[in-house]
């Protein structure tokens, strides 16, 4: 069994915090990367350790709830990420479940008794205002909580619908605990210094009045005319869009000389835009792009298999946005008209994940030169390079021009205004192409005995399965979690059953009562995994004799 772990310091000092907050609600904010999903579960071994109960964590998207599942096995900890209400009482091997803010909207009354005492922890918590209903439903859920760890990559505003259990200071959610990527960055072997190559350009588009207009990125102009030239910036039918992809491209291959795997997202605006950046790429660039969308079903699927293969690229609408890990992603281009500056910090941040061994490995996000992704990248860059020049300042990064905080993104657009919108010209100009500071894989010190943690044995829940074979290796890198474990017991008793029905002429409903009986069981989506072996072996031995 995981007995210890080597955290980082910001972990280390993250956990002290929490260990000595008094009160239920702990909120932490580190960048992407840092090593929050680590944080939470040695928080929840630590807890749960010392006074068993549930574990329950809740994450914005269905595709990162295994990734979660996974990262906590690694941690003995075991979490069902298939759960749903009509399952029945959870099976007493698993520790608790993980959960999306959209199910929690749907079920919160089966989640109250679920997690009454338990030890929640809400992933990039932020996600709890984007649907008024989604705050609510967290407030019904999680009200009887014993502790509730709140995760977030970046600090975050109310924007009017305060977010359960977040303390607020003159709307800006107030951290228990902050590591900035600056700080991370002045760590070493944290996370990597991302670089913004940006691109002015020319654009002519229809508005929806029936106007013409024309400018560049340098031009002053209102919100809505911002708007519509960084649209069609990045329509398919300019060629400011195809020229940045082409450089894009060109210093991807070059990374690729030192890092064979290393690969390249591009952040679409929507579905069909998507789907024409890679038609554009693979007539172009000669390169046929995973893409992932969310009317896709298959989407995580190809998310996964992305980021276990060498491909060079992904294209995505919002699927790749936060909590994805794709350490090696190391070109970006953002052609997206979301200009807020949540969402660009969350872009950023799938770019800064540390990759152990291969020494200098900056990262590159490509940005149209508008004034509000300008403004963004420079906060970011002001903190790069005090960190590469090992230099402290007390000073915030003054704020370029531009409205990070637009009234009307994109979304709020009525449809039929875009449809007025029709693009005209878009012609690539002025790139400045920022070439990365090299920042080589300094040693950190390893013998600081302050950050090994002891994580001591497993909550008592995680016993009811020691005794089974198939549980052996699940907390092992790479292994099986125990929930998939189970899927591939209950299909292989679904299929037990199905042949018996056919050699017996019995009903599968009572060939499935009879195997139930014969081990014990009420419901297979309650059993454990000892139970499920040993209604498997019921079902062999019948019928080997049927």
Known sequence: MTRTIRLRPWQRAALDRFAAEPGPDFLAVATPGAG??????AAARQVLSASPGRL????????????????AAELDLHLDDGWSP??????PDMHGIVTTYQQVATAAAPLARLARGAFVVLDEVHHAGDDRAWGESLRIAFADARRRLSLSGTPFRSDTRSIPFVRYELDEARPDFEYGYGEALA?????????????????????????IHAATFDDPLDVARSNQRLRTALSLEGQWLPEVLVAAHARLCEIRKSQSDAGGLVIAMDQEHARGI????????????VVATSDDPGASAAIAAFAGSARPWLVAVRMVSEGVDIPRLRVGVYATTTTTELFFRQAVGRFVRWLPGIGRQAAYLFIPDDARLRSGAAQIAEARRHSLRRKESAERPARLEGDWDDPTPDAAVPEEQLSLFSVISAVATDAVDLEGEGVDEPLLPDDDPSLVFDLGAPPPLARAAETSGAVAGVGAEGAMTR????????????AIARALARRTGWSHAKVNAELNRLSGLAKVTEATLAQLESRLRHGERWLSRA
Not at 36 to 41: E, G, M, N, Q
Not at 86 to 91: H, I, K, V
Not at 188 to 196: A, I, M
Not at 483 to 494: D, G, I, V, Y
């Open 36 to 41: 929050k999903t680590t944080f939470a579960l």
């Open 56 to 71: 329950i964590v809740v994450v914005p998207t269905a595709h990162l709830k295994l990734q979660w599942a996974r990262a």
């Open 86 to 91: 009509s399952q029945g009482q959870l099976p």
């Open 187 to 211: 760590e070493r072997r944290v996370v990597r210094p991302v670089f913004f190559p940006r691109t002015n350009g020319h654009m002519e588009w229809s508005a929806p009045d029936g106007e």
């Open 278 to 289: 890679a038609e554009l790429m693979a007539r172009e660039l000669r390169t046929s792009p």
């Open 483 to 494: 929930s998939e474990l189970k899927e591939q017991l209950r299909a292989a008793n679904s």
